[in-house]
């Protein structure tokens, strides 16, 4: 196997070199003409070697879908996860001079900016049939940088048990009879911690603040971790914590149906969606080998597997949904949304604002 992917190296760069040559004799010398050259060969290269895909430590792909990939493109995927999605970010940025690796998967909409702006992303704009399901998620100005793989809403949910009359509102919730019955997640230190606070400034405005400082005066339990809260905190049959009301996806509640009944539901207008992009990293070792990973994302192969893999929706529309997700999860109508700019530009100043209000 080795052997094989070192001369396919050995026969891409052999024909590099024979495809500048040729360029070099039917045409004048020039940085243009040298430049249209080196890309066609990259092109037309085989792909092989190793691939690096530099994503958060939540991701998962079926090991046998990840063993066909390999197989099938001659490249070996070597994972890099330096943390979480605000993590994987700030080190693209420190590292741009000298990458982590070639691709990156799980950049998402609340820090796509600072990766746009910090220059780590090279251009790419796939063309897997999922791509133009993609596009729907886009950002602007920025579409050939990053593609949408999936998405999520973050959510606050609730044990039904403790709430036969339906759910209560966000307005309820810092109503004294809820007192010390929620527990969310520090947006300073947690992913979906960080969508739900940008769903409350989404929702409420110049208000948030007010809503927060209420819900501190009515107990609200903070947790460093998505974990902490759910697996925890929750109130819910399979956990048997202290909270009804946790933070958390409207695709958890499939997780909770005990004996064909549900057990948890999502507050669906209480949230934020959370869409997740790959793309090619400026300055990777092996570029070619980066695209076919992008494409491969966008395949029906792992579109399909994300909701049991990684608990997410696949942005093709069409792989089929699990049932259970069909009957327990449904996404929010209008799920809050912020421009990635303008999360960019206020995010460490409403954590800091958040932050001083709900814990110092």
Not at 4 to 20: C, D, E, I, N, Q
Request: charged share 20%.
């Amino acid at each position: 196997m080795r052997i094989t992917r070192t001369a396919a190296v050995t026969a891409a760069a052999t024909s590099l070199t024979l495809a500048l040559a040729a360029c070099s004799q039917a045409t004048e010398p020039g940085a243009s003409s040298t430049a249209e050259a080196t890309e066609t060969a990259q092109a037309e290269a085989p792909l092989g070697g190793t691939v690096r895909l530099v994503t958060h430590d939540s991701f998962y792909v079926p090991d046998d879908a990840l063993a066909a990939f390999e197989a099938e493109s001659g490249l070996d995927v070597e994972l890099v996860q330096p943390g979480d999605a605000g993590t994987l970010v700030n080190q693209l940025v420190l590292t741009k001079d000298a990458p982590l690796g070639d691709a990156v998967y799980g950049i998402d909409n609340t820090f796509a900016s600072r990766a746009i702006d910090g220059g780590v992303l090279a251009p790419y704009a796939s063309t897997a049939p999922a791509a133009g399901d993609s596009a729907e998620y886009a950002i602007p100005g920025a579409e050939d940088l990053l593609t949408a793989v999936d998405f999520s809403d973050v959510c606050l949910n609730y044990d039904l048990a403790a709430f036969p009359d339906g759910a209560p509102t966000l307005d309820d919730l810092t109503d004294a009879r809820y007192a010390g019955q929620v527990s969310v997640t520090n947006p300073a230190t947690s992913s979906p911690g960080l969508a739900f606070m940008l769903a409350t400034q989404a929702a409420m405005g110049d208000s948030w603040l007010d809503w927060w400082e209420a819900m501190r005066a009515n107990d609200l339990r903070v947790t460093a971790s998505w974990s902490d809260t759910y697996f925890t905190d929750f109130s819910a049959p399979n956990y048997g914590g202290d909270y009804p009301v946790v933070l958390s996806y409207a695709s958890s509640p499939p997780s909770e149906v005990i004996d064909g009944e549900p057990t948890t539901a999502a507050m669906l207008d209480t949230c934020f969606r959370q869409v997740e992009y790959a793309g090619v990293l400026e300055g990777a070792d092996n570029p070619a080998g980066a695209q076919a990973v992008v494409d491969w994302l966008l395949s029906d192969e792992v579109q399909a597997s994300m909701p049991e893999s990684m608990y997410v929706y696949p942005v093709s529309t069409s792989v089929e949904l699990p049932a259970e997700w069909v009957e327990f999860a449904p996404l929010a109508d209008a799920p809050y949304t912020l421009d990635a700019a303008e999360i960019d530009a206020n995010r460490d100043a409403w954590i800091d604002e958040w932050t001083a209000t709900v814990l110092d």
